[in-house]
């Protein structure tokens, strides 16, 4: 079985990086901008994951993005098909990357598993929706039957398709079973 595996770089853009909040500090409303850097707290075997967010004067606003469970993962030996990060410059709800990645190409090829390492996560990002903004040839609710499914995992576990991804998780795609349909 062969196993193809990518590096995505999912970024937000600007108008999804400042957010209008009260600042302690200054005393007023202010304009708070992601900063790029991410925190990450342990609490036993809970991870926080934190957005830090600065005002003009670097007074700082952490944004909590996810909780999630520490964990080990032993993985296998695959072949790496893109030896470059796909970077994805688009907001959750804007228009598709012109740079889909065609399941069915791939199966074609022989692809039967695809590995998907996201590298680096800014912003709030669904899974099913995510998936359905950079996959050709096979709709949300395709993506959402293979989630619930488990033909479609996270991490290696079967999650809702509303579950929000993070930095250095694993998408796993089973192309065995999934349905595609061919693009015009």
């Keep these: 079985m062969e196993k193809v595996r990518l590096n995505w770089q999912i970024n937000s853009n600007e108008e999804?990086?400042?957010?209008?909040?009260?600042?302690?500090?200054?005393?007023?409303?202010?304009?708070?901008?992601?900063?790029g850097i991410r925190r990450h707290n342990a609490n036993g075997k809970n991870i926080h994951a934190y957005a830090?967010?600065?005002?003009?004067?670097?007074?700082?606003w952490n944004d909590k993005l996810a909780k999630y469970k520490a964990q080990s993962e032993d993985y296998t030996t695959i072949k790496d098909t893109d030896t470059q990060p796909k970077s994805i410059e688009t907001a959750v709800g804007s228009p598709p990357s012109p740079e889909k990645i065609s399941l069915a190409d791939l199966?074609?090829?022989g692809t039967m598993e695809v590995e998907i390492l996201l590298e680096t996560v800014q912003g709030k990002w669904r899974l099913d929706k995510l998936l359905?903004?950079?996959?050709?040839?096979?709709?949300?609710?395709?993506i959402v039957k293979g989630i619930n499914g488990s033909r479609i995992l996270l991490n290696g576990k079967q999650v809702k398709p509303s579950e929000l991804v993070?930095?250095?998780?694993?998408?796993?795609?089973?192309?065995?079973?999934?349905?595609?349909h061919s693009n015009p």
């Design 166 to 180: 993070q930095e250095n998780q694993v998408i796993r795609i089973c192309m065995t079973i999934l349905e595609f």
């Design 52 to 60: 830090i967010y600065k005002c003009d004067k670097d007074h700082t």
């Design 132 to 142: 359905a903004q950079q996959l050709s040839g096979i709709s949300r609710s395709e």
């Design 16 to 35: 999804d990086s400042i957010i209008r909040r009260y600042c302690h500090n200054c005393g007023k409303l202010a304009i708070f901008k992601d900063s």
């Design 107 to 109: 199966q074609q090829q």
